[in-house]
């Protein structure tokens, strides 16, 4: 734990460095111009010091440097700068007494000295004759009193700044070495775009809307960015097939930002050890703690590479999650191959190899080890839940050949009630190869429709990841249905029977209860996890978020002992505990597999150099094209995140090592100069408005008129703040 905490004291360390730089370079810029035109620097802040209050401070010739108290970014204040246009004939007045003590201080022609003195007289002066006073009365070392252009030099010194540092982190991120995964599929979520247009696991996609991808983010950026309503077009290749694939997905616009639901793609080898933990005893385990795979014994190792699974050969993760799929009630047998000794990682040679393909090496001498998994009974409750509409249909599907349709109700199957809907996708497996008469009810029709469909054999399975409305997917059939809230059958002898549950009751929240501290230190130490943990989850239900099925998903791996807390729609609460069925196993054995990636190294100082500008390129337009999206409301404003998300992000991309954190400090930079050249007054941006007017008319903007929307930008940057505050203290609802 000692060098654990070692280990995150440098992260942190490291994240403030490299936030505290990009500050640092912004306000650098504008100071060194800002000598450069002869204009004095009163201070150089990193941080604001509200009220007067600061962590230090210390003077260095004539300007003021520290380090305040709210750290939201940084100042250099000059001379004669004044952000309140209501205050500039104050700061004018200030800047003409400064003059004239120099003017007669250094001698300089009496005429011009009059002059000064006799409009400093006149305290009326019209402020629309600002800009002939300019020349006369500020102070030669003034920001005021400087031209136009030197001014705008200025002001965009630190937007350049950022530029350029985003580019040199860049361009040493990749000559060190990046670590990034492969654009391809590692999982379907259920019933998502990806899913409905039929992809697979261990595609990879090689092209989207048109452009070559290489790398996961692509995929991310052009889904969330990229043409939302007309969908995303992808160009795929598929293990086995020669020919390139074409499909378009229609990206989910229920979430905060768009997705077409895809994980990104892994290895057959189990997690390997975390090289930026510092303490062996906070790496993730190989293995789900108390499953199958972690009870199988001899045990699985961090980076065993599984090469054989239920007596056939594996050399892709889709073939490990299809022999997981079509053998959920057999024990498996998994061979594995184990390095004797030193690291192993199984990574992509390059981003263009084949998805998966696993490079020998580097072993010393591997060894093959033979382990029988059991099966996994599924954990239940006793509730069979009300099967609700088809909520999509998967492309050259037996469903879509048969004519089923989104809003289908299935009644019958085979004559039949369809049963428990969850499960149905299992029942529907044993009967692949056959044929099924489904009885459906369609909108808009009288009497019920009868559809014959061939079931096919199912290659992966599909897990809810979060607390979201996921529907149920039947593979064999290519369809996605909801489980709605109400019980439609009790299992009698279950738990839920022993505690009363009816047929027709609709729940309306449940919470799982992890089980006592008594029951988890005995479990600590049957299973060996010293660290083993695990936290209540309240799921709340309604008619818009039928979570039937994240229920189950989430009960599947949690701890013996946990107990399930419900609240029903007439005011009654029960607490059930969990029991293994006998007819219905959960194909996924606790396995957790490595994920695909490669190193992306500049060759050579030209190559980082063209991948740092590439970077720097697309960092700044990515935001441009996020403000484009959230203004037409095509992505959420709640997707945004502020200091407390941006300092986890940043934490997150030190923990991967020094290169991906350089990659964050690129975007952040990036982004930062596009922000802060928004055209919003009181951002440089604003300012650099202002003194385009000012160029064009030669003599500032009328002073109502700054004021006015000095105050609107002011209202604006402070929502914002509040904002984005709220979403990161969870104040705000991202939901």
């Known amino acids: 734990m000692g060098l654990y905490l070692i280990g995150f004291s440098l992260a942190v360390l490291k994240v403030a460095v490299g936030l505290g730089m990009v500050i640092f370079v912004h306000e650098l810029g504008h100071f060194l111009v800002a000598k450069l035109c002869g204009v004095k620097c009163e201070k150089f802040y990193l941080g604001f010091d509200i009220g007067g209050w600061k962590f230090c401070k210390f003077t260095w010739g004539e300007t003021e440097y520290g380090i305040g108290i709210l750290p939201l970014g940084g100042y250099v204040k000059m001379l004669g700068q004044e952000d309140n246009p209501a205050r500039l004939q104050e700061e004018l007045e200030r800047a003409k007494s400064h003059g004239k003590e120099e003017a007669d201080t250094e001698n300089k022609d009496e005429n011009r000295a009059k002059n000064r003195a006799k409009n400093g007289q006149d305290e009326q002066a019209d402020t629309e004759t600002v800009a002939e006073a300019e020349a006369a009365l500020y102070d030669p070392r003034s920001f005021l009193a400087q031209s ?35 654009c391809g599929v590692g999982a379907l979520a259920p019933g998502q775009g990806a899913w409905q247009a039929d992809l697979k696991v261990d595609d990879r996609i090689v092209e989207i809307a048109g452009k070559p991808v290489h790398q996961f983010r692509d995929l991310q950026t052009s889904v969330s960015l990229g043409d939302i309503d007309g969908g995303i077009s992808l160009v795929i290749r598929r293990p086995g097939v020669q020919q390139e694939l074409t499909a378009t997905v229609m990206p989910d616009r229920t979430w905060l930002v768009p997705r077409i639901g895809i994980s990104n793609p892994r290895t057959t080898s189990l997690l390997g050890r975390d090289e930026m933990l510092w303490s062996k005893e906070m790496d993730i385990p190989p293995v789900g703690p108390g499953s199958p795979a972690d009870l199988a014994r001899p045990r699985f190792h961090h980076g065993d590479r599984i090469v054989e699974i239920g007596g056939s050969p594996v050399d892709r993760f889709g073939q490990i999650r299809a022999q997981l799929t079509q053998h959920p009630d057999e024990p498996l047998s998994v061979t594995v191959e184990r390095a004797e000794k030193g690291p192993r990682f199984n990574l992509c040679e390059a981003p263009s ?39 999509a249909v998967q492309d050259h599907s037996p469903a879509a050949r048969a004519g089923i349709k989104p809003g289908d109700r299935i009644e019958k199957i085979d004559g039949r009630t369809p049963g428990d809907p969850m499960t149905l996708p299992d029942r529907l497996r044993k009967q692949a190869g056959g044929t099924v008469t489904l009885t459906i009810r369609r909108e808009g029709t009288d009497r019920p429709i009868e559809l014959g469909a061939a079931l096919r054999q199912p290659m992966t399975f599909e897990v809810p990841i979060d607390d979201t409305n996921w529907p149920v997917t039947a593979n064999s059939l290519g369809i996605a249905y909801r489980v709605e809230n109400r019980v439609e059958r009790v299992i009698s002898g279950s738990p839920a029977a022993a505690a009363g549950v009816k047929v027709g009751d609709v729940l309306t929240r449940a919470t799982l209860l992890p089980p006592d501290e008594q029951t988890i230190e005995k479990l600590k130490t049957e299973y060996e996890k010293p660290q083993l943990t695990q936290t209540e989850l309240a799921l709340d239900f309604s008619p818009e978020k039928p979570l039937w099925p994240i229920l189950i998903a989430v009960l599947q791996s949690g701890l013996p002992g946990t107990r399930v807390e419900f609240d029903l729609k007439d005011g009654r609460s029960m607490t059930l505990k969990p029991y293994e069925a006998t007819d219905w196993f959960n194909p996924e054995r606790g396995f957790r597999f490595e994920a695909v990636s490669f190193d992306r190294k500049a060759s050579s100082p030209s190559e980082a150099v063209e991948l740092g500008a590439a970077e720097t390129i697309e960092s700044m337009t990515l935001v441009l094209r996020m403000l484009h999206k959230v203004g037409t409301q095509q992505v959420s404003a709640k997707a945004f995140g502020g200091p407390v ?46 003194l385009v007017w000012e160029g064009i008319r030669g003599k500032p903007a009328n002073e109502r008129v700054q004021v006015v929307l000095t105050y609107l930008g002011l209202a604006f940057i402070l929502g914002l703040m509040v904002w984005v505050i709220g979403l990161d203290f969870g104040l705000i609802s991202r939901q």
Do not use: W
């Open 148 to 182: 136009v252009p030197k001014r705008m030099a200025i002001i965009s010194a630190g937007v350049v700044m950022n530029v350029i540092f985003a580019f040199v982190m860049a361009a040493i991120a990749y000559g060190m070495g990046v670590k990034q995964m492969p």
């Open 353 to 391: 190899g084949p998805l998966g393909q696993i490079k020998p090496g580097p072993f010393f001498g591997p060894e093959r080890i033979t382990i029988e998994v059991a099966p996994r009974p599924m954990k239940r409750l006793g509730l069979v839940m009300e099967m609700g509409p088809v909520t």
């Open 645 to 690: 998300e941006i300092a986890k992000a940043a934490y997150r991309s030190a923990s991967r090592g020094t290169a991906r954190l350089l990659l964050f400090l690129t975007l952040l930079s990036a982004n930062l100069a596009v922000l802060n050249f928004l055209p919003i007054p009181l951002l440089d941006g604003g300012h650099m408005v202002f």
